[in-house]
């Protein structure tokens, strides 16, 4: 069974861009479309990883990272931060929240499964 990949991002050709290289990669894709959406497919479809951008409504990825962390108890589920934020600040921030990676946009989809397969 192909590891599941939780892709979160408010914008449509976000989620798809982000999805399409892990699914020809193999991986099997859920998405969400905001923060509060993310904490809940992280509750009922268990992913083996995270996705996630920074800036969307509701709650942003800084604040989903850090839930993941501490509300939900799931300290080691890979999370990576994939967002347009690249200031050295917002990385250490990220990173700070418990983030496994941090990655800015425009991102090559093959550094992104890269990424994927050394964390998984």
């Not at 892990?22 to 993310?38: E, P």
Request: aromatic residues 6%; charged residues 30%; proline residues 6%.
């Amino acid at each position: 069974m192909p590891h599941k990949i939780l892709v979160v991002d408010d914008s449509p050709t976000e989620r798809t861009l982000m999805s399409l290289p892990l699914q020809q990669a193999g991986y099997y894709i859920v998405t969400a479309v905001d923060g509060d959406d993310a904490l809940d497919k992280i509750v009922k479809e268990n992913p083996d990883l995270v996705v996630l951008d920074v800036v969307m409504p509701k709650k942003n990825g800084y604040q989903v990272c850090r839930e993941i962390r501490t509300r939900l108890g799931k300290e080691k589920l890979p999370v990576i931060m994939l967002t347009t934020k690249s200031e050295a600040s917002d990385k250490f921030w990220g990173m700070k929240q418990g983030a496994n990676e941090y990655i800015t946009k425009p991102f090559k989809g093959e550094e992104l499964v890269a990424i994927v397969k050394r964390l998984l």
